[in-house]
Every structure is written in C-alpha cells, then in structure tokens.
C-alpha cells in the first residue's frame, strides 16, 4: 500500500454519517398549525444531561433533559399558537428537586395563559405518589383513571447499621470521625441512631415535608393545618382523593384528552 493509505477510511465514513444525519434532520417539514396542543409524558427517568454515546447523534425518541423539559415549557408559554399542555404522569422517581423545577415550569406556563391538564392511571400505591402529587397539584386540571391510587403519604427513611452482624462475627471497624454531627459512617460505627443523627435527619424530615405539604396546598387551596391531616390518612383510593381535593375528576386516558382539545 503507498504510505498514506489506509485499510478502513474512518474520516470518510464519519463524514458520511454526518453528512445523512444532517440531511436527515434538516428536511423540509410542514408549517406547525396556528393552534398547538403539547403532550408531555412524565412517565419515565429525566436524564439531567444527554448521554456521551457517539451513536447518541443518530437515536430518536431519546428521553429529554431536565433543562430541554424546562426550556421548552417556557418557549411554549412565549409562543401564541400554543393553547396548552397535556401531562401524563405516574409514581415518579425524579427527585424533590427536579419535581419543584418541573412545578414552577408549569407555573410559568399556565400564567401566560396556557391551559395544562394532567392524567394518570395511577399516582403511586404505597407511599411513591408524593413527586407526582405535587406536579398534578400545579396543573389547571389533574384527572386519574377509575379505580386508580394517590400514594400520598408522609416522608420516612431508613438506615440500616451493620455494627451488631460486625460484632457479631468479630470485625472492629478503623473509621475516623470528626464529632458527632459527621455520621456518614454511623451505620458501621453505631448500633443505633445517635441523638445527633437522629436530630439530622428530623430536620431534613421537616424541610421536606413541609415544602411538600405548602407546595401541594398552596396550588389546592387547602389550608396546611388541614393537608397535614389528610396526608396522614394516605394513601388513597381515586375517590378518596377527589373527596379531599387533591385531583378534579376521574376519567380514562382517551376521554381526558377528547375533553382537552
């Protein structure tokens, strides 16, 4: 072979692939209609970045980020032809964090006027309802599916401590420890909660219970005093929880959304 020759051409196949993803994705398409109806489907994980995958560039239907989610609601509340936003939800895992964002998002959305409705089949059965409670509280209209559940609970953790199975089988764990309110390793060290610990952790109970219960109470119209008493008797059957004030109605999948357009 002459010295510059090469057995695979890889820039000339990478430029070929670029080259069709590009044409792929920059295809003449239709005008959007002057009145757009927007689906979001809450359903699955949020990624907070896209993945690093070099074959990433050629996926379609790939999960949207956090940010593109949020970017995308708020061009939607500048854009006259958007009418509104319909939202399936269910017992999301996304995070206190990303639930707070996503609710603000369509806070934003519905004060330009925009109207947002929300279904589910179900928020959560034993407890995993409290993310989705909170983005369905948001929402204009938030409708379940007959027979379906809210799993609106208080907010518990748990920690397990090794310390007695260590001492058990005669292991003497070397960790140090900088005072009493550092307990990462707790669960090694100690057989129990310490006060300390447990002091921590009530704290941080309380913080998001009751960014929880304000957030689900403000957008509700139900005084805390009284959301805390309904929390407390959760989860919930679909009529419970329209009886309580926590969804506007029930109904299946195709008939929310008939009503919707």
């Known amino acids: 072979l002459p010295p510059r020759a090469t057995l695979f051409p890889y820039p000339t196949l990478f430029r070929s692939f670029a080259g069709w993803w590009a044409v792929r994705h920059m295809e ?3 005008e959007p209609p002057l009145a757009i109806m927007l689906t979001l489907d809450l359903r ?31 061009a939607a509340a500048a854009d006259p032809r958007v009418r509104g936003l319909f939202v399936r939800l269910a017992e ?27 279904w589910a089949d179900s928020l959560g059965e034993l407890g995993r309802g409290r993310e989705g409670a909170m983005i369905a509280a948001a929402m204009g209209e938030f409708h379940l599916q007959p027979g379906g559940t809210v799993g609106l609970a208080g907010i518990g953790v748990e920690i397990p401590f090794v310390r007695p199975l260590l001492d058990k089988i005669g292991i003497e764990p070397l960790v140090d420890r900088r005072l009493e309110y550092k307990t990462m390793a707790d669960n090694a060290l100690e057989p129990r909660l310490t006060p300390a610990n447990r002091e921590m952790l009530d704290a941080m109970l309380d913080s998001l219970e009751g960014q929880l219960l304000r957030g689900i109470g403000d957008d509700r119209g139900i005084a805390p005093d009284r959301l805390r008493a309904i929390v407390d008797q959760g989860p919930f059957t679909a009529d419970e929880a329209q009886g309580f004030g926590l969804i506007d109605g029930q109904g299946y999948l195709e008939e929310v959304r008939e009503n919707f357009r």
Not at 104 to 111: K, P, V
């Open 28 to 30: 003449a398409r239709d």
């Open 44 to 74: 699955h994980p949020i990624p907070e970045a896209p993945g690093l995958s070099p074959f990433a560039l050629f996926e379609e239907g790939a999960n949207p980020t956090m940010s593109e989610i949020v970017l995308g609601l708020d």
């Open 92 to 118: 999301t895992d996304h995070g206190f964090a990303k639930a707070q964002e996503l609710r603000d998002a369509i806070h934003r959305l519905r004060a330009a006027g925009k109207e947002v409705v929300g």
